[in-house]
């Protein structure tokens, strides 16, 4: 490591570390790398975004649905499944296509694997388990609202590893997201303490993830998301596995994980291995600030699907809170100048649109209201 490196990284490059779902998306440290290999088929950058959000959303409901109402509670397995499902895809990609050639530029050693790739792969694991154990005692919606608080632990994290020194606009900033967080905690109807500690100690681990990655890769050992993927999953799924092979596996029958479906275990392992080739395809086509609003909005389309799928129930408390939360972490990481920037395009966007499809943008706005109105009616039921 450089006496740079030694330093410290730029506080403002920690502020730009955003939370992901708890799927195998392994770490990468810039997410302005461009992908291995552009693509041949020139999409609008919405395509991209949308894929993104789906296949992100999808792995989240996915493994809420094969946890707890299939009833597989066997999350260490399920995860280790997930990891070696991406070893055994990235290694025949390596061999057979293109898209993992920019892992030649990066000079892995075995002395660099051994002191960084594996320790940042135990904490890769750990956030991992935990993330998928919550699903056996939390709602999806609520977990989304604990996963607000990564910012403050990242924050945390990086001040505990002198990885960066914190600012009191820093700490205010995400002192207002905690408190939201706390505001849903209190309105939360189903609340179980055993998965709030899970939760909350995946979200830690992760943030040590995130900073670590920050720490020790950097410079010439940078990798896009899919290059991360062929150097982290083989390790984690090691450790998952070797975790598995004492706790769970002894206990998972063959009758066990044939209810849950074979196929069923395939399209799960193919959903959270897209998630990381459409992260790749986004990263290339859009900037950090897209990427940050497009998690914002990931976050409230999936709190809305687990009222609508699984029946979850969410108070206004919750409501308030996390739009508390969500509010001030868009202002964290955009800051007042460029989120002002970009609510004024926004509503010129808008206004155009509804210019050229007056129509269009009616309809458009009704359909909102009815799909949000239904799905708050349904998450309140039977609170009032």
């Known amino acids: 490591m450089s006496a740079d490196d030694k330093k410290g990284a730029d506080p403002v490059e920690m502020e730009r570390l955003v939370e992901e779902p708890p799927s195998p998306t392994l770490p990468t440290v810039n997410p302005d790398v461009a992908p291995s290999k552009p693509t041949g088929v020139a999409l609008p950058p919405w395509v991209y975004v949308v894929a993104w959000i789906s296949f992100s959303s999808m792995v989240i409901l996915f493994n809420k649905w094969v946890l707890h109402t299939l009833k597989f509670k066997y999350p260490v397995i399920l995860t280790t499944y997930h990891l070696v499902f991406s070893t055994v895809v990235t290694q025949i990609m390596a061999r057979y296509t293109t898209m993992l050639d920019s892992r030649k530029t990066v000079k892995m050693t075995g002395r660099v694997y051994l002191r960084a790739v594996v320790p940042i792969g135990v904490f890769f694991s750990v956030s991992l388990i935990l993330s998928n154990v919550a699903y056996l005692y939390l709602s999806v919606s609520f977990i989304q609202m604990?996963?607000?608080?990564?910012?403050?632990?990242?924050?945390?994290?990086?001040?505990?590893?002198?990885?960066?020194?914190?600012?009191l606009k820093q700490a205010a900033n995400v002192s207002v997201i905690v408190f939201g967080v706390i505001i849903a905690s209190v309105g939360e109807i189903d609340f179980v303490l055993t998965g709030f500690v899970i939760q909350l100690g995946g979200v830690m681990f992760e943030a040590l993830r995130l900073t670590m990655v920050q720490r020790l890769?950097?410079?010439?050992?940078?990798?896009?998301?899919?290059?991360s993927l062929y150097y982290f999953a083989p390790v984690c799924a090691g450790l998952n596995g070797l975790i598995a092979l004492f706790t769970?596996?002894?206990?998972?029958?063959?009758?066990?994980?044939?209810?849950?479906?074979?196929?069923?275990?395939?399209?799960?392992?193919?959903?959270?291995?897209?998630l990381n080739v459409s992260l790749v395809l986004l990263i290339g086509k859009t900037s950090a600030v897209v990427l940050t609003i497009c998690g914002v909005l990931k976050d409230i389309l999936l709190v809305?699907?687990?009222?609508?799928i699984f029946g979850s129930q969410v108070t206004a408390l919750q409501f308030f809170g996390y739009s508390i939360?969500?509010?001030a972490m868009v202002y964290y990481k955009l800051g007042y100048e460029q989120l002002k920037g970009h609510v004024a395009e926004a509503n010129r966007q808008w206004a155009a649109f509804g210019a050229e499809k007056p129509v269009l943008r009616r309809i458009s706005i009704a359909v909102l209201t009815v799909f949000a109105g239904l799905a708050v009616l349904g998450g309140l039921k039977g609170v009032m």
């Open 325 to 327: 939360a969500l509010g």
């Open 217 to 227: 890769l950097s410079g010439d050992l940078k990798m896009d998301p899919l290059v």
């Open 146 to 167: 604990l996963k607000a608080t990564t910012p403050m632990a990242v924050l945390l994290a990086g001040w505990a590893l002198g990885v960066s020194q914190p600012t």
């Open 304 to 308: 809305v699907a687990s009222m609508a």
């Open 248 to 274: 769970e596996l002894p206990r998972c029958t063959m009758a066990e994980v044939l209810h849950v479906g074979l196929f069923t275990f395939f399209l799960n392992g193919l959903c959270a291995f897209m």
